[in-house]
């Protein structure tokens, strides 16, 4: 047999008689296709009254569309890159025609064109999905997961801090009057006190003013008149920022100054182990089928007060309310469920302690717990674990930082004193005091009766690989860690196409269509 070596012809000049066109390039049913084909059928008019008109002509929106969908499918995210990819990727290069657009055209119409149209055009997609078969946008499964902002690390502002420095400087204050009172006092006369209750940058100068006056023709401290040419230079500027910072901060602790929209928040990827916090945005979704069927962005870190909001854009992009919604223990609150009972939704949403219940056994004997004390409805008393009866003493009405407004009603033991169980019963100073809040208590035993139906099991099990697939989709397949983009709209519209992207990538790996 021989042996001899043969190569293939390789010629890079060799012409066709008839070139291919990039169309024959591109296999039937290449996830580009999908995108093409989807996005052709959405409508585009509102994105296209964002052109004002006018000018040179511009490139179609609906080429960059497709353009960016398919780029962020194929992990591609910065402008440059995608830029680079249309010069260099058949699938790019049959998507945008004969069309050249340059990375400074796909960053405007990102950041500028699509960003207050986004989120019908998904909408659109999620329906024209649904349409397909493939989702349904009336039964959800609901979580959130923390994202890094585009944003310095080290350049936070604290809502602690400012209120601190601000508290400080009206000590300082009063310590300054306290002297000149001091001075005065030596000399028994009257002064005007000078209002420290209220102060900010325009009147801490006028205040300053005040106090040099009454100290003109005073032999003064040396430290002190130090504070005071300190204070009248710097205070009313200091001021002014912490002002700043409070109007940007709103309900939050904390913001980056790179990205004043970021909230500084504890992220699940957390390589180095030491808990850092880092700037980032909490996004929320909803799920069927692993489609992403809503997404929001919170700046808040906890989950709990994210779902209404969330569930309230779903009624704004579908005109309906879903029928369901499963969600684990973070969004177990008195406010979610009344929310979800108001709306005629069945909430699948488990509440603190529901596993505890479930698996440890030994809780249900713990005599001590408020929801294992004895209580006599018709008198409205529980009954301690000695058999004391414990009175109605009041309601405490409580409001959450979101306005929600809560009631407790409070039952009090007669007398602890003395009680050999007390150490174990209760902390607190004088007689033990239970707060019972009936709303929640039916709430909760509500949400249980339907969380250990078989469906209620069932949806549970489905949650963890609903909405967490998707997540770790995000992060792990398409790399997605960190957003491009600075400011609340422009990184929901990020998100918005990571979103899309997610769910064509996955419609494109389904039954193939005939494109
Ligand atoms: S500490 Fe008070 S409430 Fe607790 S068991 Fe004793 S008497 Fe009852």
Redesign the pocket.
């Known amino acids: 047999m021989s042996k001899k070596v043969t190569f293939k012809t390789y010629s890079q000049n060799q012409l066709s008689l008839l070139p291919p066109s990039y169309d024959d390039l591109v296999a039937a049913n290449h996830p580009v296709r999908v995108v093409n084909y989807i996005i052709d059928q959405l409508d585009i008019s509102a994105l296209a009254k964002e052109y004002k008109g006018g000018g040179s002509s511009s490139y179609h929106p609906r080429m960059l569309l497709k353009v960016l969908v398919y780029a962020y499918l194929r992990n591609v995210y910065s402008s440059r890159k995608i830029e680079q990819a249309l010069q260099e990727n058949i699938h790019f290069m049959w998507l945008i025609g004969q069309s050249k657009p340059d990375h400074g055209t796909i960053s405007n119409f990102r950041g500028q064109r699509l960003r207050n149209q986004l989120k019908q055009i998904f909408t659109q997609v999620v329906l024209l999905l649904q349409e397909a078969g493939v989702l349904s946008i009336k039964d959800l499964y609901i979580d959130g997961t923390k994202i890094e902002a585009n944003a310095n690390r080290y350049t936070f502002v604290w809502a602690k801090s400012a209120k601190t420095s601000r508290e400080r400087i009206q000590k300082q204050l009063k310590d300054i009057w306290a002297y000149v009172e001091k001075v005065y006092g030596e000399e028994q006369k009257e002064l005007n006190e000078p209002d420290f209750t209220a102060i900010d940058p325009e009147k801490i100068a006028a205040t300053i003013d005040q106090i040099n006056e009454a100290l003109k023709d005073k032999p003064v401290n040396k430290e002190i008149k130090r504070k005071l040419d300190y204070g009248k230079k710097n205070w009313p500027k200091n001021l002014q920022k912490y002002k700043e910072q409070e109007e940007i901060l709103g309900e939050r602790n904390s913001y980056s100054k790179t990205d004043p929209d970021a909230t500084f928040m504890r992220m699940k990827e957390d390589h180095m182990g030491n808990g850092q916090l880092k700037p980032g945005y909490n996004l929320q979704a909803s799920s069927n089928n692993q489609y992403i069927t809503n997404y929001t962005l919170a700046q808040t870190t906890a989950d709990t007060t994210t779902l209404k909001n969330h569930l309230n854009e779903h009624i704004n992009s579908y005109g309906e309310s879903p029928d369901s919604v499963t969600a684990d223990a973070g969004y177990g609150s008195e406010e979610n469920y009344t929310y979800l009972e108001e709306n005629d939704i069945t909430g699948f949403v488990k509440y603190n302690y529901f596993h505890k219940e479930q698996h440890d056994k030994k809780r249900a004997e713990i005599p ?1 717990l408020p929801d294992n004390l004895f209580y006599n409805e018709g008198q409205d008393i529980y009954y ?3 058999g ?1 009866p ?1 009175l109605n003493i009041g309601i405490k009405q409580d409001t959450t930082k979101t306005g929600f407004e809560q009631a407790y009603i409070r039952y009090q ?1 007669q ?2 004193a003395g ?4 150490g174990q ?2 902390k607190a100073k004088g ?2 005091i239970v707060e019972r809040n009936y709303n929640l208590l039916r709430l909760k035993k509500q949400a249980k009766e339907l969380l250990l139906l078989e469906k209620g099991v069932a949806k549970r099990k489905r949650r963890c690989w609903e909405i967490e697939a998707i997540f770790a989709n995000i992060k792990q397949n398409m790399n997605f860690r960190r957003f491009m983009l600075r400011r609340l709209d422009k990184v929901s519209l990020e998100t918005g196409l990571l979103a899309m992207a997610h769910n064509l990538k996955k419609f494109s790996a389904g039954p193939k269509l005939a494109i």
Not at 419 to 422: D, E, S
């Open positions: 001590f301690c674990p000695i004391q414990m033991a007398n602890c009680c050999p169980m007390q019963c209760h007689n033990r």
